[in-house]
Nanobody
Framework: QVQLVESGGGLVQAGGSLRLSCAAS????????MGWFRQAPGKEREFVAA????????KYEGSVKGRFTISRDTAKNTVYLQMNSLKPGDTAVYYC???????????????????WGQGTQVTVSS
């Protein structure tokens, strides 16, 4: 079992950048396909980005492609989400999640992810 803790959220102006971190403990991030999701007030949780267990494949939701980058550091057992050119529409609570079913790659639905962090708030002002 893995425990996930997100950090790095905050308040930023439109056009700015943030880097979110997801620190894992209990098991290596290389044991999972890892994903980032977000949930805005009144909306369902939605897929943002994912990286596969090998670290060689990534997938992005269309509106963040070219602006966000998912990566990982296996030595630190941490997954990152670098967010550039932020927009007010990116405002949400961001969650990282771990998917144990490696062959299901790429999975963009929330129900397939087995472990979740507590989330970190990202607010983008206009």
């Amino acid at each position: 079992q893995v425990q996930l803790v997100e950090s790095g959220g905050g308040l930023v102006q439109a056009g700015g950048s943030l880097r979110l971190s997801c620190a894992a403990s209990g098991r290596a991030v290389s044991s999972y396909n890892m994903g980032w999701f977000r949930q805005a007030p009144g909306k369902e949780r939605e897929f943002v980005a994912a990286i596969d267990w090998s670290g060689r494949s990534t997938k992005y939701e269309g509106s963040v492609k070219g602006r966000f980058t998912i990566s990982r550091d296996t030595a630190k057992n941490t997954v990152y989400l670098q967010m550039n050119s932020l927009k007010p529409g990116d405002t949400a609570v961001y969650y990282c999640a771990a998917d144990t079913v490696l062959y299901a790659w790429p999975r963009t639905e929330t129900y397939g992810y087995d472990y979740w962090g507590q989330g970190t708030q990202v607010t983008v002002s206009s």
